[in-house]
C-alpha cells in the first residue's frame, strides 16, 4: 500500500509539470499582456491612461519583457519554493490573496460533498427497498429535477425568492459587520449562518446523480443470490440490507468521489460569481480576464493539485472499503 | 447647481458664473488675502442648531485632552479653505460622527480618489465654469505667460502633522528629472519639447518657468486626482526610501512605498486617511485626517464623517444586491443604468433613493472611422466625406436608443459634453445643437444615393457593392466582447443592418482582451467604438482635435505626440484643427481659447462626420441613504477629468442619524 501511494504521489509530479505549461501559454495566449489591459481598462474608465505612462518601466519591473520560457521558469522556480510572484491587479504578493480564498472553497466543496452524501445515500436506499412505490416514484421525479436544474439558476432562483419574500440578501460569507473582523466566535456563526446556501446550492446537484447510482447498485445487489440466502438464513430485513447489500454497492460511490471533486469545484467557481462568496473562482476568472499571469497560474496549479490529491484519497478510500482492490 | 442647457434661467447663470470667474481671476492674480474664515464666537453662537458648537469631531477633542495631538488652532492652516455650498441638496452644517459604507470596483481606489482623493492646488469648481483655489491660495502668471507663481496657504499640514511646503512640488518635480525614477517631465510642462524649471523662493511659493506661453497650467494642474497625487508627495516621509539619502540603491521600494491608495503610513492630504488596505484592497478602512484643512462656512473642520469602510466588489451584480440589501450609505459610479428600475424598485425596502445625475457623454458609444485606414482603398473612402456621411445615414439612432438603452438617451450626432465650458453661453449652445444635428438622420436611400454618386456602382451577385480595384467593399467592425458591454454589442449589430442595406458587407469583430484597444490605438481597424464625453477641451482635446494616437486619427495623433517622427502628418482638415490646437495652447485670452474650440467644432459639422453618433446623454445613477445629507441632488458624473463628486466637497456630507450606520447592523 505505501508503494502504491508513493508510486501515485511520483506519478502526479510530471502530470503537474505538464498541466503548469499547457496554462501558462493558454493564459498568455490572446494579444497584448496585463498593461495592455490595464491601458485599455483606464481609457474606458477615466478616458486617460496617463498614469501609466511608465507601463515600459512596469513591463520590466513585472518581468512582461522577457520571453515566455524566461518567464515561466522563473515563476516555476519560485512556485516549488512557495513564492508564487505578485499580483499585477492587486498589486501584493500572490500569497497574500490565495490562502483564505481556497480555504474556504475547499469548506464550501467539502461541505457540500458531505451533504450530496449524506442525503444521497439514504435516500437511495430507501429508494432501492420501496422500488416503484409512490414514495420512490416521487423521489425519482424529484432527483431527476434536482439534475437538470443547474446551480448556478438554483442559486439566482433562491437568491429572487429570498429577497422578493423576505427582504433577505443572500450573499458573501458574511454579513457586512463580520467582513474582515478578527475571527470570534460571532464570526464564526455568522459564517454558519450564510454557509448553508452555497453548500445546499452546490450538492443537491450531485445529490440527485448519486442517489440514483445508489439506488441503481443497491436494486442490483439485491437480486443477488447470496442476499436470497442472507434472507433465508431468516436474518431482519435491515440487517440484509444494511450490513450485506449496501456495504457492497456503495464501492460506485466512493470511486465517483475522486470524480465529483472537480465538478464541485468548478460548478463552485460559478456559484461563487452568483452568490458573490470569496472563493478562489471568482479571483481566477478576474485574473484570467485581465492576463494577471503569475496569480492564474498559481491558481489554476494549486486546484490541480488539489484534484490530484483528491483523487488519490478517494483510491485509498475504495481500498479501504473494498479489501478485494489490489495494488500494481 | 447645474443648469441644464436649455433651460431659461441658462443665459442667467452663464452670466453671473462668467462675473464670478473674473471676479476668481482678478482675485487669483492680485493675490490678495480674504478674510480669514473661522468666524468669531459671537457668530457661532447665533447658530441655533444643536452641535454645531463643536469646532472639531469629539473623537480629535479627546486626543487633544490627551495630549496626543495639539489643539485644533495649531493644526489648521491661516486661512483654510472654506468648502463651498452653492449646490441644490445643500442642507446644512452637519454633526460629526458617523461611519460611510461603500464598495470599490478595482484596488486603485479610483472611484474613492474621485470622491475625496483630491487635493489639488487649484480645484475645479464644482459646476465646471472654471477653477477655484485649493492648497494654493493664488496664483499668477508672468506678463509673457512663461512664468507661473503659485502661493501656497500657510499652515496646511499633512496627516502627521508635517507642515506641507513649496518642497513636496520641488521633490516631485526632482523625481521627474531625475532617470532613475519612472516619472517623467509632465507633458502640460513642456513647451516646443522643452521641460519647465522650477524655483522655490520660499516655503510657500512656487515658480515655475516655461521656454515659452504656457497658459493652460492651472487647468492641468486642477485636472483629474492623477495630477496632483503624483505632485503632492510627503517628501519628509518618502525621502527615507530615496537612494540618494538612504541604503538603497534604487527606487523600487520608494515607489512602492509612494501608493497613496496601498501605503497606510504614507501621510496623505486627503480627508480622510487610509488605515487598513487588506487582501489586496478588499477590505479598506479611512478614518478622518485631524489635519484637514478644509472647514466649513462656520470654521468648523472638516470632514463630518468619522470612518469610512470600503469594500471591492468586483462583480456588478453583487454590487446591485448589497445597495437593495441597505448595506451601502451613498454611491457613486459603479451602478449600471439597465440596473435602474430594479434600483428604484428598491428604494423603500433599503431605505433608500436613487439620484439621476449628467453622464454628459456625448455618444455611446461613438462609432469611429479610421482616418488613417491600412486598406489604401478603404483609406482613400473613408477621407471622402461623402462616404462618411453615407455611413452616417446607415446608422438608425433611434432603434439604437429604444433597443440598447431602453429609451433612456437621447440619439444625436456624436459629441463633446454638451455643458463643458466651450459652450456655456447662448451662441455656444446653438453651436452645439447644430452639431448634435449635423448628419444625424437615419435615410438609406439617401445613403445609398452618396455610395452611388461615388461611383461604387457594381455589385456582386450577394448584392455587395464593389470597390474600385474589384473586391466586395468589405466593413470590419470592431465591438468589446465582455457581456458587460452589451449595449455596445446591440448598437453594433442595428448598425451592421443599416450599412448591409447600403450594400456594405459588414463583419463585426470582437477581439478578445487588450486586442482592442492596442487595434484601435495603433490604428489597425476601419471602424471601432469608444464612448465619448469630454468637458475640457483644453486639457483632453483628443476627441476633436487630433493630438493623439487615438480614436478616429490614431496615426495622425502619433504625429503630433511625438513631434512628427511617428505616424503620419495630417492633411485638409485635420491639419486646420491641429493649427487651430496649436494656437489655443498660446493664447492668454480665455474667450480667444474658448472659440477656437467652437472654431474647431464649425469643422467639424462642415467637413466631418469624423465619427459617428448613436445615443448619448445617459443620466448617471447616484445612490443615497435616508439619513446621509448634503449630496447634492444633481451633477456630473462622467468625464474624469473634472473630478466629480469630490469637487462638491464630500467631506461636508454627514449622516443624521449616527446609531443608524454605526458598527451595529
Not at chain 1, 450485506?244 to 465517483?256: E, F, K, M, W, Y
Not at chain 2, 489635519?291 to 466649513?296: K, R
Not at chain 2, 451662441?427 to 445609398?448: H, P, T, V, Y
Amino acid at each position: 500500500m505505501t508503494t502504491y501511494i508513493i508510486h501515485r504521489i511520483l506519478m502526479a509530479i510530471p502530470t503537474l509539470i505538464a498541466i503548469s505549461i499547457v496554462s501558462f501559454i493558454i493564459i498568455q495566449l490572446p494579444k497584448g499582456d496585463y498593461l495592455d489591459r490595464r491601458i485599455q481598462e483606464l481609457e474606458e474608465q477615466y478616458g486617460d491612461s496617463s498614469s501609466m505612462e511608465m507601463a515600459a518601466e512596469l513591463r520590466q519591473r513585472y518581468g512582461l519583457d522577457k520571453s515566455m520560457p524566461q518567464r515561466y521558469l522563473s515563476w516555476i522556480t519560485g512556485f516549488v519554493q512557495g513564492n508564487f510572484g505578485d499580483s499585477f491587479r492587486y498589486e501584493v504578493e500572490v500569497n497574500q490573496l490565495i490562502w483564505d480564498r481556497i480555504g474556504f472553497t475547499l469548506l464550501i466543496s467539502i461541505g457540500s460533498l458531505f451533504f450530496t452524501y449524506i442525503i444521497a445515500v439514504p435516500v437511495g436506499i430507501y429508494s432501492a427497498t420501496h422500488q416503484y412505490k409512490f414514495s420512490d416514484n416521487l423521489l425519482t421525479l424529484l432527483s431527476f429535477v434536482g439534475m437538470s436544474i443547474p446551480a448556478f439558476l438554483l442559486a439566482l432562483t433562491l437568491m429572487v425568492f429570498a429577497f422578493e419574500l423576505f427582504g433577505l440578501p443572500l450573499f458573501g460569507l458574511f454579513s457586512s459587520y463580520y467582513e474582515g473582523a478578527p475571527w470570534t466566535v460571532g464570526k464564526l456563526g455568522d459564517l454558519i449562518q450564510h454557509l448553508w446556501i452555497p453548500v445546499i446550492v452546490l450538492g443537491l446537484n450531485g445529490t440527485a446523480g448519486l442517489m440514483r447510482i445508489m439506488r441503481g447498485n443497491l436494486l442490483d445487489v439485491l437480486g443477488q443470490p447470496f442476499i436470497q440466502t442472507a434472507r433465508a438464513k431468516g436474518l431482519k430485513e435491515w440487517v440484509v440490507v444494511v450490513k450485506h447489500a449496501v456495504r457492497l454497492a456503495i464501492n460506485p460511490l466512493v470511486s465517483i468521489l475522486g470524480m465529483s471533486l472537480p465538478t464541485i469545484l468548478s460548478g463552485a467557481a460559478i456559484v461563487s460569481i452568483v452568490l458573490g462568496l470569496p472563493t478562489v473562482g471568482p479571483l481566477l476568472l478576474r485574473s484570467l480576464l485581465d492576463e494577471d499571469i503569475y496569480l492564474a497560474g498559481t491558481l489554476i496549479m494549486l486546484l490541480s493539485s488539489l484534484l490530484v490529491i483528491g483523487n488519490l484519497l478517494s483510491d485509498i478510500a475504495l481500498a479501504w472499503v473494498d479489501p478485494r482492490i489490489r495494488y500494481e | 447647481m447645474i443648469s441644464r442647457p436649455n433651460h431659461p434661467t441658462h443665459k442667467l447663470a452663464v452670466t453671473i458664473s462668467l462675473f464670478s470667474m473674473l471676479a476668481l481671476v482678478w482675485w487669483g492674480c492680485s493675490g490678495q488675502q480674504s478674510t480669514p474664515a473661522i468666524p468669531s464666537d459671537t457668530q457661532l453662537r447665533s447658530s441655533t442648531s444643536a452641535g454645531l458648537e463643536a469646532k472639531e469631531a469629539s473623537m480629535l477633542t479627546q486626543k487633544v485632552a490627551d495630549g496626543e495631538l495639539p489643539p485644533l488652532e495649531e493644526r489648521l492652516p491661516e486661512n483654510p479653505l472654506v468648502a463651498k455650498t452653492d449646490y441644490d441638496g445643500y442642507e446644512k452644517p452637519g454633526s460629526y460622527g458617523g461611519q460611510w459604507h461603500r464598495f470599490h470596483d478595482h484596488p486603485e481606489l479610483g472611484t474613492w480618489k474621485m470622491t475625496a482623493g483630491y487635493a489639488p492646488l487649484i480645484r475645479w469648481r464644482f459646476d465646471c465654469t472654471g477653477l477655484e483655489p485649493g492648497t494654493a491660495e493664488a496664483w499668477e502668471f508672468s506678463q509673457d505667460g512663461a512664468a507661473l507663481t503659485i502661493h501656497l496657504r500657510k499652515g496646511i499640514r499633512w496627516s502627521d502633522g508635517h507642515p506641507f511646503t513649496s518642497a513636496s512640488f520641488a521633490f516631485y518635480y526632482d523625481l521627474c528629472l531625475d532617470d532613475r525614477h519612472s516619472y517623467s517631465p509632465p507633458v502640460w510642462c513642456l513647451v516646443d519639447g522643452k521641460p519647465m524649471t522650477v524655483e522655490t523662493p520660499d516655503e510657500y511659493t512656487i515658480v515655475m518657468k516655461f521656454s515659452g506661453p504656457n497658459w493652460l497650467v492651472p487647468l492641468w494642474l486642477a485636472t483629474g486626482f492623477w495630477h496632483s497625487e503624483k505632485y503632492n508627495i510627503p517628501q519628509h516621509y518618502m525621502v527615507q526610501f530615496h537612494p540618494d539619502h538612504s541604503a538603497y540603491n534604487n527606487f523600487s521600494e520608494f515607489e512602492k512605498k509612494n501608493k497613496n491608495h496601498v501605503n497606510i503610513e504614507r501621510p496623505t492630504l486627503w480627508p480622510w486617511k487610509l488605515v487598513k488596505y487588506e487582501k489586496g484592497g478588499f477590505q479598506v478602512e479611512l478614518e478622518r485626517n485631524p489635519y484637514y484643512y478644509v472647514v466649513d462656512e462656520l470654521g468648523r473642520q472638516l470632514p463630518y464623517i468619522d470612518r469610512i469602510k470600503s469594500r471591492l466588489v468586483p462583480d456588478p451584480q453583487v454590487r446591485v444586491l448589497k445597495i437593495l440589501a441597505g448595506e451601502i450609505d451613498c454611491q457613486f459610479r459603479g451602478m449600471q443604468l439597465q440596473d435602474f428600475a430594479l434600483y428604484k424598485k428598491g428604494e423603500q425596502r433599503g431605505n433608500y433613493t436613487v439620484r439621476e445625475w449628467e453622464s454628459t457623454a456625448g455618444a455611446q458609444p461613438a462609432i469611429l472611422l479610421n482616418w488613417t485606414d491600412p486598406d489604401p482603398v478603404l483609406r482613400q473612402l473613408m477621407r471622402q466625406q461623402k462616404f462618411r456621411q453615407a455611413l452616417a445615414l446607415g446608422v438608425d439612432r433611434e432603434k439604437c436608443n429604444e433597443i440598447a438603452w431602453r429609451g433612456l438617451l437621447q440619439p444625436q450626432a456624436a459629441t463633446v459634453s454638451q455643458e463643458g465650458w466651450h459652450f456655456a453661453d447662448q451662441a455656444g449652445q446653438e453651436l452645439f445643437e447644430e452639431w448634435k444635428k449635423a448628419d444625424a438622420d437615419f435615410d438609406i436611400s439617401r445613403g445609398n444615393q452618396l455610395l452611388d454618386e461615388l461611383g461604387l456602382t457594381q455589385r456582386n451577385k450577394r448584392g455587395i457593392r464593389l470597390r474600385e480595384d474589384g473586391q466586395p467593399l468589405q466593413i470590419v467592425m470592431d465591438m468589446p466582447s465582455s457581456n458587460l458591454n452589451r449595449q455596445e454589442n446591440d448598437i453594433g449589430l442595428i448598425i451592421a443592418d443599416g450599412w448591409r442595406e447600403m450594400g456594405l458587407e459588414v463583419i463585426l469583430n470582437t477581439p478578445p482582451g487588450a486586442e482592442l484597444s492596442l487595434r484601435r490605438n495603433l490604428g489597425k481597424f476601419t471602424v471601432s467604438m469608444h464612448g465619448e464625453a469630454e468637458m475640457d477641451l483644453f486639457t483632453y482635446p483628443d476627441w476633436v482635435f487630433p493630438t493623439l494616437a487615438k480614436y478616429w486619427h490614431p496615426r495622425v495623433g502619433k504625429w503630433y505626440e511625438t513631434g512628427g517622427e511617428e505616424g503620419e502628418p495630417p492633411t485638409g482638415p485635420l491639419k486646420e484643427l491641429l493649427d487651430l490646437y496649436d494656437a489655443i495652447k498660446k493664447e492668454k485670452d480665455l474667450q480667444k481659447r474658448h472659440q477656437y474650440v467652437r472654431d474647431a467644432v464649425q469643422i467639424h459639422i462642415d467637413q466631418g462626420p469624423f465619427h459617428l453618433g448613436t445615443a448619448a446623454r445617459s443620466p448617471s445613477l447616484v445612490m443615497v441613504k435616508k439619513g446621509f445629507h448634503n449630496v447634492p441632488d444633481n451633477g456630473i458624473l462622467g468625464p474624469w477629468a473634472i473630478v466629480t463628486p469630490a469637487t462638491s466637497y464630500p467631506e461636508q456630507y454627514f449622516i443624521s442619524d449616527v446609531d443608524r450606520s454605526s458598527e451595529v447592523k
